[in-house]
């Protein structure tokens, strides 16, 4: 997959150097050509550009990308200035990152749905949601497991937790089932989690709900495709 990342600062970095390490074709782009210069070993490609310029921003291959994420976090105007700009150019899935209320505020008028805010998703969380678009969240609990939520695969929906074996076939634990709900918040639209308790044998999994699991990221992924 192809990302493009506006903002080389210490989040977008680690975004980039991650993303580039699962395989995936990543475009880190900075105004500071020390940061881009820094990174250039690192990362697929980098590109030293005012990321508010229409014409410089027009040149990158936005049509490609599958997501392109405005890691901005010092410069607020700048980072809603590019946001705009990406959305203005049709780009088809921007990630804005939040810095105040003000900002979040700006890219839900936007209609900007998905943001992240670095003080509570670290990169190496975000990289594993972009690397995998059936991961809704992850967490490392050690360097061999985490526990990772994700969209019940389609070939076990209107099964029990007994049927699909999922413990002794992927060598992985439901811990327990979430169902999402959209809602709003403060004014903000937000996606709620619920979870169902704990999970037991007969635990019913249906379409659109949320598996949380404890494993290897390895087994993890072998349940998912």
Do not use: W
């Amino acid at each position: 997959m192809k990302y493009i990342i506006f903002g080389l600062g210490s989040f977008g970095k680690s975004l980039a150097i991650r993303l580039t390490e699962l395989g995936h074709e990543t475009i880190g782009v900075d105004n500071d050509m020390q940061k881009a210069e820094q990174l250039k070993e690192r990362i697929t490609h980098t590109v030293c550009m005012d990321c508010t310029d229409k014409n410089a921003v027009s040149s990158l291959p936005l049509k490609d990308a599958d997501a392109v994420i405005v890691a901005i976090g010092e410069d607020e105007r700048a980072s809603l200035l590019s946001t705009a700009l990406l959305k203005q150019l049709g780009v088809k899935k921007i990630i804005g990152r939040v810095v105040s209320d003000l900002q979040k505020t700006v890219l839900e008028a936007m209609q900007i749905e998905e943001y992240i805010l670095p003080e509570e998703e670290s990169a190496e969380r975000l990289a594993m949601r972009l690397d995998n678009s059936g991961i809704v969240d992850s967490f490392k609990v050690s360097e061999k497991y985490s526990i990772i939520e994700i969209r019940v695969p389609a070939r076990y929906v209107g099964k029990t937790l007994a049927e699909a074996d999922l413990t002794n076939r992927y060598n992985v634990i439901v811990l327990t089932v979430l169902t999402l709900s959209k809602g709003s918040e403060n004014g903000l639209a937000k996606i709620f989690k619920r979870a169902s308790g704990i999970a037991t044998p007969g635990t019913i999994m249906h379409e659109d709900e949320v598996l949380v699991l404890f494993g290897e990221l390895k087994d993890i992924e072998k349940l998912m495709h």
